[in-house]
């Protein structure tokens, strides 16, 4: 059994199949959209980044080609030393294990943050948010990627999976506390069907996943997400 963080909150998906999540993570906007609208509101070039939940470290060589340091924090230790063996050959780049809610920095210590469906999905997430106001300096930033139920063939999946899902309280939570929201459409591509099953099968109870795969043709699914940030 790897060790957990106190107070990490499962993550059902990338804590029991890495491997697939892997492949969903190279699925994921293979046109830049989400990089793009990140260097919008805050460039990370000679800055120090928290890649927060940062599983096996697939995003961590990329903010490591422009970030003086890049400190990588996951709950799941296994995972963890995953990102570890990833980054061995990057020396501005650490991997710490470590929940949202107690992360091991010293205040005011990192530049940008960025958070990629972990951990901040609304209400309940206030001991994370406190956190990151802790950490963040002056002038940085802030950006957590959630998903957008509201549109999007995966929008409409989503809400299928979570039919108790209340988009609008979402937006209301974030907005009280300052956050803005960029909407962003972006896409899964795969290179096979069966990768794209294999992907829905670790996101959706398996009967909803079947259908899923049955409805929807070819190896792209419109993706709609929210870009949550704030420069504290």
């Not at 260097?39 to 070039?45: E, L, S």
């Not at 995953?82 to 530049?111: E, F, K, Y």
Request: aromatic share 10%; proline share 8%.
């Amino acid at each position: 059994m790897a060790e957990i963080a106190p107070g990490a909150v499962p993550s059902p998906n990338i804590w029991n199949s890495p491997r697939v999540y892997e492949v969903e993570n190279r699925a994921v906007d293979p046109d830049g959209v989400l990089e793009a609208a990140m260097r919008a509101v805050r460039p990370w070039r000679d800055s120090t980044v928290l890649d927060l939940g940062c599983g096996t470290g697939f995003h961590l060589p990329f903010f490591a080609r422009e970030a003086s340091q890049v400190i990588g924090v996951e709950p799941h230790a296994g995972l963890a030393a995953m990102a570890r063996r990833r980054v061995r050959d990057l020396p501005n780049v650490t991997v710490r294990v470590g929940a949202a809610q107690a992360l091991p920095l010293p205040d005011a210590s990192v530049d940008v943050v960025h958070v990629r469906w972990a951990y901040f999905f609304g209400p309940g997430c206030e001991p994370g948010l406190a956190e990151l106001d802790r950490v963040v300096r002056r002038g940085g930033a802030i950006m957590i990627i959630d998903n957008d139920a509201t549109r999007s063939t995966f929008g409409g999946w989503f809400r299928r999976g979570l039919p108790k899902y209340d988009p609008g309280a979402v937006e209301r939570f974030w907005t009280r506390r300052g956050y803005q929201r960029e909407p962003l459409m972006i896409r899964w591509s795969f290179q096979s069907r069966s990768d794209l099953a294999d992907v829905l099968r670790i996101e959706f109870p398996p009967k909803l996943a079947d259908a899923f795969l049955r409805e929807h043709e070819g190896l792209d699914v419109d993706y709609a997400v929210n870009l949550w940030w704030r420069r504290p």
